[in-house]
């Protein structure tokens, strides 16, 4: 990756918030993300799969821009209760409805002069679709309740792990207001199209995570590995983000197995193909001398204890699979 590839992130944003990958998708998401985050006022549309970090993405939109001081709120517009998401977006004066015993703030006006991010907005109800657009287009917002509006400033950004263009052509999305929504628009990559980032993703969670076992955890199996490298991640960062949390907290052993995240240990298809069974061993051994040595940092000591194998034995296999440590 050239420098001109690499978003102006903030390093402590970056690292924080976990916008990590080498991989030429997100190589093109960053750039993407360094364009949008100079247009502050345009509305942005973050598509993807659901646990690819499109909050995440959203927040470092936000930060590195010129509004990074100001407040972020996040909104998932799939969880507010249906007869709440008016008063809960727009705020509502005293007395508005029955039990509103004082002013109430909404999200967007808290946003004020900083960013709103309605995440899963292709599940916000049509009758409030109308609402939001009036919002885009006057940059106003009416409590309710109130007689009087309220001018905005903030930017807004949507996400949703739909096809909207598909939900407005169902009639479950206005059109008018996909088209508002969709001036800016940047789509995360699921992990298996980042193949080459699912080991560097797992060995930052897993130093995230292993503060809480006071080092305790070392790293991960070899076969863990390989089975983490060849499984589709349906649930995508997000679950990767939780088997690892899970295994670093009920592992017992200083290297995490394929089994503690929830794998299983056999040999990966892939190894095998048309091989015999003598070349089929010999594969799986050097992917795992392999593997071993990435994982350690190219430690021999490390990697062969990792391995449950001597060094003089390690040394050994490495000559015979002409694997190097580099």
Known sequence: MT???????????????????????????RKELRKITAAHKVPVLISGESGTGKELAALAIHRNSNRGNAAFIAVNCGALPSNLIQSE????????????????IGRIEAAQGGTIFLDEIGDLPLELQVNLLRFLQEKTIERVGATRSIAI???VITA???????????GRFREDLFYRLNVLAVTLPPLRERQQDIELLANHYLQKFAIERRG????FSACAIACMQNYAWPGNVRELVNRVHRAVI???????????LGFTSSPSPSLIGNMSLEQARQAADKQAIALSLKCTSNNVSA??????????TM????????????
């Open 3 to 29: 420098d001109t590839d690499s978003i102006a992130y903030k390093p402590e944003i970056e690292t924080a918030q976990d916008m990590l990958g080498t991989s030429p998708a997100m190589c093109r998401v």
């Open 89 to 104: 977006l727009f705020g509502h004066e005293k007395g508005a409805f029955t039990g509103a015993l004082q002013r109430g």
């Open 153 to 155: 400033d903030t930017h």
């Open 160 to 170: 949703t792990h739909l096809d909207l263009a598909r939900e407005v052509e169902q």
């Open 216 to 219: 305790q955890v070392q790293g």
């Open 250 to 260: 009920m592992h017992e052993q200083p290297w995490i197995s394929a089994v503690e």
């Open 303 to 312: 990697a062969a204890r990792q391995l449950g194998i001597t060094r003089t």
């Open 315 to 326: 040394y050994r296999l490495m000559e015979k699979y002409e694997v190097t440590a580099h």
